[in-house]
């Protein structure tokens, strides 16, 4: 530990000097980059820092009770034990960070859900997903922004996109992309027939204009007349956007703002966004579409989780984890789950490493 310490307080210097470089201050993506790097050795350093400090405090206690009469042994004995305890909770803080880091570690996220599998059941059942998601954020204090949004003629989403911001995001939400099935009777079955329906959900890490670039040249801008609900300026005026990455053929259209500016910047953080990891996949030689990836294909029999409705019950297939608490869930307490699965995350990237 002592030689990763001294390794990691080196290069921890050494990214200082060059962060005060000029060329590397007038290089954005350079600096960003280097500047994460910095605040993640900081954090590591720290931690290694308090443990060498533990261990040292255990070898001096050591000593001193060799040497200490019975009365003060016992006293000694105590604070060994209890120094031993938070070096063993150190040890687990060192491991954990030292293990790699996730590309998109502290990003912000974009999330798309989607009616799959059940009609305008399963649009109904995006927007339970989307008033979900709405709550949890609220919870987590996390800032919220509508991107954009398709009702269906039940008052549901056939697809419905917003963005998330705060600490943890992409820690927490990237497992909530997939497919998720619902079980219940819907509003319009007049049987009281119980039918099962999906609905998808995309999440992607939002980029940052310094990680990627689009070139004007390469997009495709047009723009249209809003439909839906929207206020005096749908079918009135050109403010709906469309814009289509040519290279990519990846196409993102915004509708919802009154301004055609407002809504080519929200279409243009979309497309970033997808782009970048786009790219991330391909570095990472996985499939090159990460959104069928994550949605599959949105069949009923595909799930990464499901809610039942008679029976007040959540499955997370992941984890092979079930509690009776759907209400709750639906109404934005995801904490039990969304522990469940970082914990269940890191704990395999330990064993991982282990080995």
Do not use: C
Not at 10 to 29: F, G, Q, V, W
Not at 272 to 280: A, D, E, K, P, T
Not at 324 to 333: H, I, M, Q
């Amino acid at each position: 530990m002592l030689e990763q310490l001294d390794s990691l307080l080196s290069e921890h210097s050494e990214l200082e000097a060059r962060m005060s470089d000029p060329t590397i201050i007038a290089d954005n993506k350079k600096f960003v980059e280097l500047t994460r790097r910095y605040s993640d050795l900081s954090e590591i350093i720290e931690v290694g820092k308090k443990l060498q400090g533990k261990l040292d405090d255990v070898g001096a206690l050591s000593e001193m009770i060799s040497e200490a009469d019975a009365s003060e042994a016992e006293e000694l004995r105590s604070e060994e034990s209890q120094a031993q305890k938070e070096i063993e909770q150190l040890e687990d803080q060192w491991r954990l960070l030292l293990l790699p880091k996730d590309p998109n570690e502290g990003k912000n996220v974009i999330i798309e859900i989607r009616g799959a599998e059940g009609g305008d059941e399963a649009n109904l059942f995006a927007r339970d997903l989307f008033e979900m998601y709405k709550a949890y954020a609220q919870s987590q204090k996390w800032k919220f922004e509508l991107l954009a949004a398709n009702v269906s003629d039940m008052g549901g989403y056939t697809d419905v996109t917003f963005a998330l911001q705060g600490k943890s995001v992409w820690t927490r939400m990237k497992f909530e992309a997939g497919p998720h099935r619902v079980q219940r009777v819907p509003v319009t079955e007049s049987q009281g027939r119980v039918h099962t329906s999906s609905a998808t959900v995309t999440v992607i890490p939002e980029a940052e204009e310094v990680e990627l670039v689009i070139n004007p040249k390469d997009l495709n801008y047009a723009t249209f007349r809003a439909s839906g609900a929207g206020g005096q300026h749908v079918n009135k005026t050109d403010s709906a956007v469309r814009l289509t990455h040519l290279p990519s053929g990846l196409v993102v259209s915004m509708q919802d703002e009154k301004s055609q500016l407002q809504n080519k910047e929200r279409a243009l953080k979309v497309l970033r966004s997808r782009l970048l990891q786009h790219q991330q996949d391909e570095a990472q030689k996985e499939a090159s579409d990460a959104r069928r990836d994550q949605t599959g294909g949105g069949g009923r029999s595909e799930k990464i989780r499901t809610y039942n409705f008679k029976e007040n019950r959540v499955t997370e297939h992941r984890l092979g984890l079930t509690l009776y608490k759907l209400d709750k869930v639906l109404a934005g307490e995801l904490d039990e789950v969304s522990d469940a699965l970082v914990q269940d995350e890191r704990t395999k990237q330990l064993q991982a490493a282990e080995n």
